[in-house]
């Protein structure tokens, strides 16, 4: 039997990266899948592909940082999906300059998607979750999250935020049966990684005991263990998928 048989999944930042691939390992193991990107041209093509393969699943265009749109969206997928067992808070961006040079719009635009939007997003899904008893909810992080990185304070605040966030969410929630973790990917291969010129990879590796940036399927796979029976008495943790970057 596969491992999601019967779940729904909602994947925010889905249309793309890193939450494509988890949105499609989700709806390979069992699951319905509501995708949820900022547009409604990406959603709706990942919607496309899990129903290739088999699934049902809805497309939703939403910015996350805004708490009615969320709200809105939230209200629809449940009464179209009836409940939802598994959260994936993915949405991020990035306004990459240094502190002095940082502008406050783009300090702002990256706290109030990667961080903010957690926050609105899970309060939103979590009344469904405390009702049945049950749900896993998995933010994706970053290593950036948890060593920094010059040029990305903005970034590197909202990733360290979201694991403060996942942790004082698993122990509010743990009562209710709901686990919260987080997977902190190192450098994987994305559209924002694909812009690295040649130099800056190269520089990337060296810090790589193994080598190679990671695929999305290895965030995916670790989406799936967590969201799965397997990680039934994992809650509160930081999973770090990096190529042993950060050891």
């Known amino acids: 039997m596969s491992q999601l048989t019967n779940q729904i999944a909602v994947v925010t930042g889905g249309g793309r990266g890193i939450g494509r691939a988890i949105a499609l390992k989700f709806a390979q193991e069992g699951a319905d899948v509501a995708v949820i990107s900022r547009t409604q041209e990406n959603s709706e093509k990942v919607a496309a592909e899990i129903r290739a393969l088999g699934r049902q699943s809805w497309a939703h265009a939403v910015d996350v940082a805004e708490a009615a749109a969320v709200d809105a969206a939230a209200e629809k997928i449940l009464a179209e999906c009836g409940k939802a067992d598994i959260l994936v808070n993915n949405a991020g961006v990035t306004r990459d300059g240094l502190l002095m040079r940082m502008a406050e719009a783009?300090?702002?635009?990256?706290?109030n998607t990667n961080l903010k939007g957690a926050f609105l997003v899970t309060k939103?899904?979590?009344?469904?979750?405390?009702?049945?008893?049950?749900?896993?909810?998995?933010n994706i992080s970053s290593v950036i999250g948890l060593i920094g990185n010059a040029g990305q304070c903005n970034y590197a605040a909202s990733k360290?935020?979201?694991?403060?966030?996942?942790?004082?969410?698993?122990r509010e929630l743990a009562s209710r049966g709901i686990t919260v973790n987080a997977i902190a990917p190192g450098f994987i291969e994305t559209d924002m990684t694909a812009a690295l010129n040649e130099i800056m990879r190269a520089e990337?590796?060296?810090?790589?005991?193994l080598g190679r940036l990671g695929q999305g399927e290895d965030i995916a796979a670790a989406a799936l263990y967590l969201a799965s029976a397997s990680g039934r008495y994992v809650t509160g943790q930081v999973l770090t998928v990096d190529g042993g970057m950060v050891m």
Not at 204 to 209: E, F, G, Q
């Open 204 to 209: 990337i590796l060296k810090k790589i005991p």
């Open 106 to 111: 783009d300090w702002d635009t990256v706290l």
């Open 124 to 138: 939103a899904f979590s009344r469904a979750m405390i009702k049945a008893r049950s749900g896993r909810i998995i």
């Open 160 to 170: 360290a935020g979201l694991i403060g966030f996942t942790q004082s969410c698993a």
